[in-house]
């Protein structure tokens, strides 16, 4: 058995929050467009690791809770529909460009932890959201995901 990954994901809050995804138990992280980030879901992710839920543009930003990879990486559809905001018009079934993961919900934190308290964190000083904070999928170590937890309030 692989061993257990952790990994932070970006979502606008308006866009789909935590509480959406609490409602809907589980949705195709659809959209992604950066290379690097792609490779994450395409190449890395696996069923049953673990994700921190970031609001990104939100007042403030920060980690909300904690969702599950809930599927083998396959094609993202909207790269192939002419009507969608993300369809790529070099990508073809057979040569597919973008690639995603369903995610699940696990739990919303009972409170957010501010990316300012993360970057002011002497432990988490070399996490890739404070290093390279645009990218929207991207892996974090245990240690790190235990202290943003912890940060948030959260058990075990």
Known sequence: MAAQK???MKSEEDE????DLRRDGKT?????????????????MSPGDLIL??????????????ARVA??????????????????????????RWFLVDVE?????????????????PALEKMVL????????QPVREDEYRIVRELAGADG
């Open 6 to 8: 952790y990994w932070l």
């Open 16 to 19: 789909y929050s935590i509480r």
């Open 28 to 44: 195709r992280w659809v959209g992604v467009r950066n290379y690097e980030a792609r490779n994450h879901m395409r190449d890395d």
């Open 53 to 66: 839920y970031y609001h990104s543009n939100a007042r403030p930003s920060g980690v909300v809770g904690v």
């Open 71 to 96: 599927s083998e990486p396959y094609p993202d559809p909207t790269q192939f529909d002419p009507e969608s905001r993300y369809h790529d018009e070099k990508a073809t079934r057979e040569e597919p």
């Open 105 to 121: 919900f696990v739990e919303e934190f009972p409170r957010l932890v501010p990316l300012k308290e993360i970057k002011e964190h």
């Open 130 to 137: 404070v290093r390279r904070m645009r990218l929207s999928v």
